[in-house]
């Protein structure tokens, strides 16, 4: 389609639209001033009120806090993250209500991260 002829038709369709031919400076400023209001309500957002605010109460949708840090200290011993494990299962084995299985698991990725630490 010709760049000319695709012009023609938008303006034909406006001026359908509106009744009347607008051409010269005052279209060129009516076009620019539509064209800008347009901008504006396309990139109009509107403004969430709350504020974010972290809880701890909230980690309860995402899981278990202390299977988190153990899962955590897992990806960070692959990704030879050791200080950053050491310090996932150090929070871990602070806290007073670890099960049998979580202080399995504890030990198991502490005897890991040595291995690694070492060699």
């Known amino acids: 389609m010709n760049i000319a002829l695709l012009i023609f038709s938008i303006e034909k369709n406006f001026q359908d639209i509106i009744g009347f031919s607008i051409q010269g400076p005052l279209g060129l400023l009516i076009g620019l001033a539509i064209f800008s209001l347009l901008l504006f309500l396309i990139r109009y957002e509107k403004k969430d009120k709350k504020d974010f605010s ?31 494990a050491k310090d996932c299962l150090d929070n871990v084995e602070q806290s007073s209500d670890l099960t049998q299985i979580q202080k399995e698991k504890a030990q198991i990725l502490r005897k890991r991260l040595k291995e690694k630490e070492h060699g």
Do not use: C, H, T
């Open 54 to 84: 972290f809880q701890p109460a909230d980690l309860v949708d995402v899981g278990d806090p202390i299977e988190a840090n153990l899962n955590l200290s897992r990806s960070l011993i692959e990704m030879s993250e050791f200080r950053k």
